[in-house]
């Protein structure tokens, strides 16, 4: 049994954020005091040791991502930055957003050596706009201290000179602690000039959105973050050499930062261990739809499903069966009740033809229609695309109308056929510049593979059985 | 038109960036907080500080839900419709709150007083359903507090 919570297990009962004092006293800032005394390149190696993936939902390792950026002293020391780059690896930070590095790996795209530039900028991804989605905020409430001291120490590792925190608009809560912690941690020395008497200094900027879904996505971010319409980039360049206005970017998400000062402070060894599985750490699974408990727990990576619905959540509320589950929110592929031994982690739940995403689980239930349910996220995704590319734009209005007709008892027996095919030309990755509409597309065809039934049913009867 | 007030706040975040379109949002959001929604007038004056065009500050203005080129009501309320809160009774929700006002979502009460948003996702969805109004979010709503919650505004308006 594994009980160590390094995230979570400060944050008071009364849900107000940890202040400073208390911050430090949990041992907070000590990981940035590790840090300083290190080269950058063990910082990043350490990272990318760590095998922390990223937590935004597309699952890139931290430290691959940090040892992206260029190093402008490599040339001078012939060291490779690309050490602090491993160290996150290592214990398999992932980045738990979409993507599928490390985050060791992602820093250490940054450029090095003679090919190191300023400024270099640090991004922190607290958009999340995913419907369903909603682990971060507990992050950002209560315990912003803990993303502040990831942001410095990232910033170190990157050669970051200034940081924003990108937070959706509707964590107005979130906004007013992450300011209130960001002045207390200038005060402190660790922001501003100087830091805690290095040459390293660092500014974190408080951005806050003005709502839509596309921001989360890691260029389209940067675009909004330059008062710009928030439509993705193509890709390559990666963000890590030409990102914020043009200059090499590191985008980590909010949990991915938050576990960057516990794996410098107590090492990789002991990162890797709080976990099930070969994925490092520990990670914050949420659970919403009709169970007993809907909440939010931090578990070891690799926790099942089963444990997460059954123990945290109290089980189904009574009356209802759980049908499926889509594991990581609305762009995961919908999984079904004869899964819930999976554990979740990005290998298990991928081996199954899902996504983790970002662990936060949305259960349907027996009483409530798959068809219509697929309708609701369709018409989210529609009413979210940022209308660059075609099959996104027109793709997603369509489907979400011919689930609304087969809901409203207009269903043809071709509809059926028809969606299935567009869930495979929309969903194909080459087919739009960003994953939005391949996303929208995991829980339509999953739907159509696991619910076949209920669809020729809503044809077939010619109305939505459930109502 | 842009106030005094409005100019000197949005000067005040220049130099965070180094462009001065990165103000934009910024800038969007300070000129809206007077009237609830940005005129043609304020995007022009916005546009000018920030060395923009006025068409192309419209493009990002019109892009973000939470940027009012339309005129709103008094309060705004935003009744999330996303996957967490339809499952837990949101339609409900909408049913009741459609019944109170007399309007449907993007619509504004013929009195001004009140505007209503659909809305993706508020990120409470263990609380679901939940619903903004104006800056305040509730949580694991019915639609017997939905209305007791309405209510209040509309008698605080009558007094």
């Given at each position: 049994m594994k009980t160590e919570r390094?995230?979570?297990?400060?944050?008071r009962a009364d849900g107000l954020a940890l202040n400073l004092r208390e911050y430090e006293a949990t041992g907070g800032y000590q990981g940035l005091r590790t840090t300083l005394q290190m080269e950058q390149h063990q910082v990043t190696k350490t990272i990318q040791d760590s095998t922390l993936?990223?937590?935004?939902?597309?699952?890139?390792?931290t430290g691959r991502k940090w040892s992206f950026v260029p190093d402008k002293d490599l040339h001078k020391r012939?060291?490779?930055?690309?050490e602090i780059v491993v160290m996150i690896e290592e214990p398999a930070v992932?980045?738990?957003?979409?993507?599928?590095?490390t985050t060791g790996v992602k820093w250490g795209f940054m450029p090095k050596g003679e090919y190191a530039t300023s400024p270099t900028y640090l991004v922190a991804n607290?958009?999340?706009?995913?419907?369903?989605?909603?682990?971060d905020r507990v992050l950002l409430e209560g315990n912003p201290h803990q993303l502040i001291e990831g942001m410095i120490i990232a910033a170190y590792a990157v050669r970051a000179d200034t940081a924003f925190i990108f937070l959706r608009w509707a964590y107005k809560e979130a906004a007013q602690r992450i300011e209130k912690a960001l002045a207390e941690a200038r005060q402190a020395n660790?922001?501003?000039?100087?830091?805690l008497g290095t040459d390293f200094s660092l500014d974190i900027h408080l951005h806050i959105s003005a709502g839509r879904?596309?921001?989360?996505?890691a260029t389209a971010l940067l675009n909004s973050l330059e008062g710009r319409r928030p439509t993705p980039r193509a890709k390559p360049p990666h963000t890590a050499t030409?990102?914020?206005?043009g200059r090499p970017t590191v985008v980590n998400n909010v949990e991915t930062l938050s576990n960057v000062p516990h794996i410098l402070r107590n090492g990789v060894d002991w990162y890797k261990a709080l976990?099930?599985?070969?994925?490092g750490g520990t990670k914050l699974y949420g659970v919403s739809g009709r169970v007993k408990r809907p909440g939010w727990w931090e578990l070891p990576?690799?926790?099942?499903a089963r444990e997460i619905v059954q123990e945290h959540a109290g089980?189904?509320?009574?009356g209802y069966q759980l049908?499926?589950?889509?594991?990581?929110?609305?762009?995961t592929d919908f999984l079904l009740a004869?899964?819930?031994?999976?554990?979740?982690d990005l290998k298990s739940v991928a081996a199954l033809g899902s996504r983790l995403g970002t662990g936060t689980m949305i259960i349907l239930d027996d009483k409530t229609c798959p068809v219509s349910m697929t309708a609701n996220l369709m018409h989210f995704f529609a009413r979210e695309s940022?209308?660059?590319c075609t099959p996104c734009r027109d793709g997603l209005p369509w489907t979400a109308k011919v689930l609304d007709a087969l809901e409203a008892g207009q269903?043809?027996?071709e509809d059926i056929d028809r969606l299935q095919k567009h869930a495979h030309l929309i969903g194909s990755?080459?087919?739009?510049?960003?994953?939005l509409a391949p996303g929208a597309m995991e829980p339509l065809q999953s739907a159509l593979q696991y619910f076949a039934e209920d669809f020729q049913e809503h044809v077939r009867q010619q109305r939505c059985p459930w109502h | 038109m842009m106030t005094p007030q409005d100019r000197r706040e949005i000067e005040a975040l220049l130099?965070?960036?180094?462009?001065?379109?990165?103000v934009a949002l910024e800038a969007l959001k300070i000129v809206q907080r007077r009237q609830r929604w940005v005129s043609d007038d304020d995007l022009r004056d916005v546009a000018a500080l920030l060395e923009m065009t006025p068409a192309e500050l419209d493009g990002v203005a019109t892009f973000?839900?939470?940027?009012?080129?339309q005129p709103v009501g008094e309060h705004v309320i935003r009744l999330c419709d996303s996957v967490s809160c339809w499952i837990m009774g949101e339609i409900a929700l909408q049913e009741r709150l459609s019944q109170l006002l007399g309007i449907r979502t993007g619509e504004t009460t013929p009195d001004g007083r009140f505007t209503w948003l659909p809305v993706s996702c508020l990120g409470v969805c263990e609380q679901a359903p939940a619903m903004m109004l104006d800056d305040t979010l509730y949580t694991q709503l019915t639609p017997e507090d939905l209305e007791a919650i309405v209510q209040r505004y509309v008698q605080e308006g009558s007094r």
């Open positions: 390094p995230l979570t297990q400060h944050i993936w990223g937590r935004g939902g597309a699952g890139f390792g012939h060291i490779f930055p690309n992932w980045d738990n957003a979409l993507a599928g590095f607290a958009d999340e706009m995913e419907a369903g989605v909603f682990k660790y922001l501003g000039e100087h830091i879904y596309i921001c989360g996505e030409v990102g914020l206005w976990s099930y599985t070969a994925e990576m690799g926790t099942t089980g189904m509320l009574d049908r499926g589950f889509l594991p990581g929110g609305a762009s004869e899964h819930l031994d999976v554990r979740m940022c209308g660059w269903g043809r027996p990755p080459d087919s739009t510049f960003c994953p | 130099h965070t960036y180094p462009t001065r379109q990165a973000y839900s939470q940027v009012f080129r």
